[in-house]
């Protein structure tokens, strides 16, 4: 409730019709830059400054803005087509379940978008296997954890909810790939839709994803740049 004993209104970022993402003013835009091992391999990530937006930003989603992140009006130029095309059924209905041993583990594929944390110690599909030793147990949920998008949900035995990593309400440019929005914050379409509220999640801001207005890779096959 609001100082006035009114329902508080949730943010939530709101995706335009084929132009950007408009984020609400109060939440705070940083960076996030995977950091990798002797062997290349994805281990943590690095958290950038964060800066507090005082006013609602424009977010570029086109991929062709000259002041990334931020929109420019080059989605006009462009004659962008934004149309979003991600699945509205529950994650529910599209989640494989994996169980292991003190652990259950969910996989939406839909939202994969190949930053390859699960890969590593032969990836977490197989790993999964072997968690009735505590330290495998322990690997997996970090694992899974680091995954930027939630395609990836890990939940304890006993417990209803799954794993998550706290994270306060904010926006981050992954270099050269999509905004990571952490803590919750709702996704609106431009028709008013609603997608499921996650704690982690990945909006495409290379304006290619077949799974839009989420991440699905393809930042990585068309070669596109942005800090």
């Known amino acids: 409730m609001d100082e006035q004993g009114l329902p508080r209104k949730e943010p939530s970022i709101r995706v335009t019709h084929n132009g950007p993402y408009l984020a609400p003013a109060g939440i705070s835009l940083s960076s996030r830059v995977p950091i ?5 391999e994805p281990v943590a990530w690095r958290a ?6 005082a006013k609602a930003s424009a977010l ?3 991929g062709q803005s000259g002041h990334k992140p931020f929109c420019d009006g080059s989605h ?6 934004g149309t979003c095309t991600a699945d509205r059924q529950p994650g529910e209905a599209r989640r494989k379940v994996f169980e292991g041993v003190g652990v259950t ?8 978008a190949g930053y390859e944390y699960c890969d590593r110690h032969g990836g ?3 790993t999964i296997a072997a968690t009735a030793d505590p330290l495998v147990r322990d690997e997996l949920l970090n694992q899974v954890a680091l995954c930027p998008s ?21 926006i981050a440019t ?26 982690r999640q990945l909006l495409c801001r290379c304006g290619h994803s077949a799974n839009r207005p989420f991440c699905d890779g393809a930042h990585f096959k068309i070669g596109f740049r942005g800090p």
Request: with cysteine; net charge negative; aromatic share 8%.
């Open 105 to 112: 583990m969910t996989d939406d594929t839909s939202l994969c």
């Open 76 to 81: 006009a130029r462009w004659a962008f087509d």
């Open 174 to 199: 992954i270099p050269d790939g999509p905004l990571w929005v952490m803590g919750g914050i709702a996704i609106e379409a431009e028709d008013g839709y609603r997608y499921e509220v996650r704690n």
């Open 48 to 53: 950038g400054e964060e800066r507090a937006q």
């Open 124 to 126: 977490v599909w197989k």
């Open 60 to 62: 570029c989603r086109c």
């Open 36 to 40: 990798r091992n002797e062997a290349g």
């Open 150 to 170: 939630g395609r990836l949900q890990a939940s304890l035995a006993g417990k209803a909810l799954p794993e998550e990593p706290r994270f306060a309400q904010a």
